[in-house]
């Protein structure tokens, strides 16, 4: 058995039936509309023009698999000013991905996720090696 540390979030897997409904991203990251959408109400319900920001993308060092993902609400022209790439839906919302978080997911797809059990973004990532039992973590 092993630590997965402080990892605080949780991940339900793509029935396999599912993944072949994502379109495939060839280069950079890919956001589907549903997970647009949401990107839209959050920003909304935390009172944040979708048009100033976006969801920031990060992978940091973190649980038994060595790898985990962080997403918050950041300000597109701050995103500009460190470097991140930034990916604009057609409908307007932006997702952001960490200038070195980039190298992780370069092919990967932001989706949204909601069953009922729990509801959240989860990235379809190609470069994923392994991942952590608990679903949590993952390496490339």
Same mark, same amino acid.
Not at 10 to 26: D, G, L, Q, R, Y
């Given at each position: 058995?092993?630590?997965?540390?402080?990892?605080?979030?949780?991940?339900?897997?793509?029935?396999?039936?599912?993944?072949?409904?994502? %379109?495939?991203?060839? %280069?950079?990251?890919?956001?589907?509309?549903?997970?647009?959408?949401?990107?839209?109400?959050?920003? %909304?319900?935390? !009172?944040?023009?979708?048009?100033? &920001?976006?969801?920031?993308?990060?992978?940091?060092?973190?649980?038994?698999?060595? =790898?985990? &993902?962080?997403?918050?609400?950041?300000?597109?022209s701050e995103a500009r000013d460190r470097g991140?790439?930034?990916? *604009?839906?057609? =409908?307007?919302?932006?997702a952001i991905v960490d200038k070195i978080s980039?190298?992780?997911?370069?092919?990967? *797809?932001?989706? &949204?996720?909601?069953?009922?059990?729990?509801?959240?973004?989860?990235?379809? =990532?190609?470069?994923?090696?392994? %991942?952590?039992?608990?679903?949590? !973590?993952?390496?490339?």
């Amino acid at each position: 058995m092993s630590d997965c540390g402080n990892v605080k979030k949780v991940f339900v897997p793509v029935p396999e039936k599912e993944k072949s409904t994502i %379109s495939p991203v060839a %280069s950079g990251f890919g956001v589907t509309d549903i997970a647009a959408e949401k990107i839209r109400h959050f920003c %909304s319900v935390d !009172s944040k023009s979708f048009e100033d &920001y976006g969801l920031l993308v990060k992978v940091v060092k973190d649980g038994c698999s060595g =790898n985990s &993902y962080t997403m918050d609400l950041a300000l597109v022209s701050e995103a500009r000013d460190r470097g991140d790439k930034i990916f *604009q839906h057609a =409908n307007g919302a932006f997702a952001i991905v960490d200038k070195i978080s980039y190298f992780f997911v370069i092919g990967s *797809q932001l989706d &949204y996720v909601e069953s009922l059990l729990m509801s959240g973004f989860q990235i379809q =990532n190609p470069n994923v090696k392994k %991942s952590c039992s608990c679903g949590s !973590s993952f390496a490339v």
